[in-house]
């Protein structure tokens, strides 16, 4: 863990200049932790799904995450150990004879698994490794493949989706990449099988024809960034449609994060075309502003405003994978962590909170989005002094 006392000298004028007087990035860290833990429930969890008890597994997990991977100066306070101790044990009671993280009827099994895994990991990996062996196990048979009959040529051969029917898979890129990042945690190597057939899934998904030859219907793009599902199921968007019959999607900055990271996990290095391509699509549309793309897609400026607190996450969590202070944009290197805190310093809310006024995808939900804001900001930190 990384001591704010090390970075704030290092980052105090340039934060100020944006985010107001008085402010730090540890007090924008800092405020949104407090809030987050002052809304755990009295059994350990976080969130709240209608009609089922206090608590969501999912939820649960990305802020338990988010309490044990705090900056030191910060995780060693006595309220984010007892909120973290309260959290495992919620979590724990949860998992299923087969390995998995589920609970009432609202499914996501993979969601929550995934998400699971990765906070254990994140807390103690050698107490908890029973717990990570089977969970893991669960998750690795939640892949699309040949043994589920979904054949390489089936679009989402290689992929994740929320659950595992068998008879209907559906994967998504999202849910892919959460997935992944929880077998790495889990210590599955990049030469893995699992991660082999993903790259399949991961291609089908990135809009670059020099490696996505397309599959079924899907034609790609050609500007390196990254789709939802290759399978078409994406209907609330609006498609490109080709004469030939095939159709193209509009990438957006969030699945292109998450597909660079992916490709990162599975082994690839920057030099790959694969990854380049990415680089470029980010280079060329770098912005904290909004979801790009997603207005594109919806013909809708402000559908931009969609995810951005799941994007804010997922865009810390890829640029701390490439290990770099700075990112090549059209405009230049950008310090993206210290543009990260000076964006979620401007949204946040008098009480520490982060709310998105779009409400799709949960972020209606400030619970939601201050656990995807607080883990963004730990991606970011170790950033901010170099």
Known sequence: MIRYSLILAACALAFASTAGAGETPEDTHWTAVEYLIGTQHDNGGFGQIPEEEPGEIGITAMAL?????????????????????????????????????SKGKSGLGTYRTALTISALVACDREKYA?????????????????????????????????????????????????????LKDA????????????????????????????????????????????GLSDNKSSPMQHEDGTTSYESYA????????????????????????????????????????????????????????????????????LGKPTIKTEAGEQRWAQDLFNTLAARQNDDGSFKNPNSRWWEQDPVLCTTYAVNAMNYAAPYLGE
Request: some cysteine; hydrophobic content about 35%.
């Open 130 to 182: 029973a717990q990570i062996k089977r969970a893991t196990d669960w998750l690795r048979g939640n892949q699309f493949e040949d043994d589920d009959n979904v054949p390489t040529d089936n679009p989402h051969y290689g992929g994740f989706g929320y659950d595992h029917a068998g008879e209907k898979p559906d994967a998504d890129m999202s849910n892919t990449q959460i997935a992944l990042t929880a």
């Open 187 to 230: 210590g599955i190597p990049a030469d893995d099988p699992v991660f082999k057939r993903a790259l399949t899934f991961l291609e089908r998904c990135q809009n670059s024809s020099e490696t996505n030859p397309g599959v079924g219907k899907l034609k790609p793009k050609d500007d390196g960034g990254f789709i939802y599902d290759p």
């Open 254 to 321: 969030s699945m292109t994060y998450a597909g660079l990271m992916s490709l990162l996990y599975a082994g690839l290095d920057e030099d790959d075309p694969r990854v380049q391509a990415a680089k470029r699509w980010i280079a060329a549309n770098y912005t904290l502003e909004e979801n790009k793309g997603l207005g594109v897609r919806a013909k809708d400026p402000n559908a931009a405003q969609q995810g951005m607190f799941y994007y804010f996450q997922v865009f810390a969590k890829c640029l701390a994978a």
């Open 65 to 101: 995450r988010g309490l044990a991977q705090l900056p030191e100066d910060l995780h060693n306070k006595k309220i984010v150990m007892a909120a973290q101790v309260a959290a495992i044990e919620f979590l724990l009671k949860h998992q299923q004879p087969d390995g998995s993280f």
